[in-house]
């Protein structure tokens, strides 16, 4: 089942880089998030997307704005992947799929005929109440933290 805006973010708790349980629920009242899904760390594509949401970090920070990624990767290799790149995001470890369950990400896809299950890279806006405002399928890297960056400048005016 695909989320849309509009309706409660599935709540959460799963371990960021450095092992510490992050909540959805941490974030109330508080802060936007901007989750955002990716298949594996260290790769082109993922590359591309975390360094650019890290360019923009104090951007997004000024809107009172937390950007987090997510994927299947252990911990350790998020932390290597934040090292290499100096990477300012918080990356989430869903190491067992459940998050990528809840949030629709965990769909089969095809590459050169050949069809398998991974992640679709996708992305949330969730606002302080805890509520989806945006969804987004089939994310391409490039551009794309601009974009989300936009949408959430909206929010606040």
């Given at each position: 089942m695909l989320l849309q805006a509009n309706q409660p973010a599935p709540d959460f708790t799963v371990p960021n880089q450095d092992g510490e349980p992050v909540n959805l629920t941490d974030f109330r009242g508080k802060k936007n998030v901007v989750l955002y899904f990716y298949p594996k760390d260290d790769t082109p594509g993922c590359?591309?997307?975390?360094?650019e949401f890290t360019r923009l970090a104090d951007e997004f920070a000024r809107y009172d704005t937390v950007v987090l990624g997510v994927s299947k990767d252990p911990c350790d290799m998020h932390?290597?992947?934040?090292?290499?790149?100096?990477?300012?995001?918080?990356?989430?470890a869903d190491t067992d799929g459940s998050l990528c369950e809840k949030y629709g990400v965990w769909q089969?896809?095809?590459?050169?005929?050949?069809?398998?299950?991974?992640?679709?890279?996708?992305?949330?806006i969730?606002?302080?109440d805890g509520?989806?405002?945006y969804a987004e399928y089939g994310v391409k890297p490039?551009?794309?933290?601009?974009?989300?960056l936009e949408k959430i400048k909206a929010m606040a005016s």
């Amino acid at each position: 089942m695909l989320l849309q805006a509009n309706q409660p973010a599935p709540d959460f708790t799963v371990p960021n880089q450095d092992g510490e349980p992050v909540n959805l629920t941490d974030f109330r009242g508080k802060k936007n998030v901007v989750l955002y899904f990716y298949p594996k760390d260290d790769t082109p594509g993922c590359t591309i997307e975390a360094n650019e949401f890290t360019r923009l970090a104090d951007e997004f920070a000024r809107y009172d704005t937390v950007v987090l990624g997510v994927s299947k990767d252990p911990c350790d290799m998020h932390r290597a992947f934040i090292t290499k790149y100096g990477l300012k995001v918080d990356l989430l470890a869903d190491t067992d799929g459940s998050l990528c369950e809840k949030y629709g990400v965990w769909q089969e896809k095809e590459k050169a005929g050949v069809k398998k299950m991974g992640i679709v890279r996708s992305t949330f806006i969730i606002d302080k109440d805890g509520n989806i405002v945006y969804a987004e399928y089939g994310v391409k890297p490039e551009g794309h933290a601009q974009a989300m960056l936009e949408k959430i400048k909206a929010m606040a005016s």
